[in-house]
């Protein structure tokens, strides 16, 4: 990465399955992510409980001395619902209180395999940054292949005019661990002119929570 400048990443967040998936693959990659994080001093943010590969992540990221911290909504821990959090644990109210805690308390984000959930949270993300909510990086670990028809619609979409070629760049990908955390960590974020002048600000409530309340 000789002559770019290189963003300061300390803590990544990681949207992933809550199951292993069906090739070993997925949970061999996850595993490997974490020794990468560790390698490069980067501490976790994730969903919490040890389920799938939420719980291989956290694992693999506290086996090589990184800090982890498992946000997670109550309701998940009735009845040890997702299994006990590897490391630090917060609980939130709802989802979206767990989206916002995720977004405000790491410098960028990591999607793995999942299904619904992952990339709900996922697409949450892209499109906070395309509202200039935050302009930290996203990208996607595509293992074996896993994110090529979405990344393949997502073009699709582009085409159709319903996505920008500036929005576009917002979504990064790689096939391996390092090449995803150069590319978070090389990636440049370009505001659109219009979206750029909207106004977000922190609400008034006393747990200071973001307030995602347009004002125009």
């Not at 967040?13 to 949970?27: E, I, P, Q, R, T």
């Not at 009735?78 to 299994?83: A, K, P, T």
């Not at 073009?155 to 500036?166: L, S």
Request: proline fraction near 3%; charged fraction near 20%.
């Amino acid at each position: 990465m000789e002559g770019v400048l290189v963003r300061k990443i300390k803590k990544i967040c990681v949207f992933c399955g809550a199951n292993s998936g069906k090739d070993v693959a997925f949970v061999n990659a996850v595993f490997h992510l974490g020794k990468v994080l560790g390698k490069r001093k980067i501490d976790l943010v994730y969903g919490g409980g040890k389920l799938g590969l939420m719980g291989c992540v956290s694992t693999a990221v506290a086996q090589h001395e990184r800090q982890v911290l498992g946000i997670i909504p109550s309701a998940f821990t009735i009845n040890n619902l997702v299994g006990e959090t590897c490391g630090k644990e917060i609980k939130v109210a709802t989802m979206q209180e767990r989206l916002v805690m995720m977004m405000e308390l790491s410098d960028a984000f990591i999607a793995l395999p999942g299904g619904f959930g992952t990339l709900e949270e996922l697409f949450q993300m892209i499109s906070w940054a395309q509202l200039n909510i935050h302009n930290k990086p996203i990208g996607v670990l595509n293992i074996n292949g896993f994110f090529n028809c979405l990344l393949s619609f997502v073009d699709h979409a582009v085409k159709q005019e319903f996505i920008t070629p500036r929005a576009r760049k917002i979504l990064i990908s790689a096939t391996t661990a390092d090449e995803l955390v150069d590319k978070l960590q090389a990636f440049r974020f370009e505001p659109d002119p219009a979206l750029s002048k909207l106004k977000w600000s922190p609400s008034s409530s006393q747990k200071e929570k973001l307030d995602l309340t347009l004002r125009l």
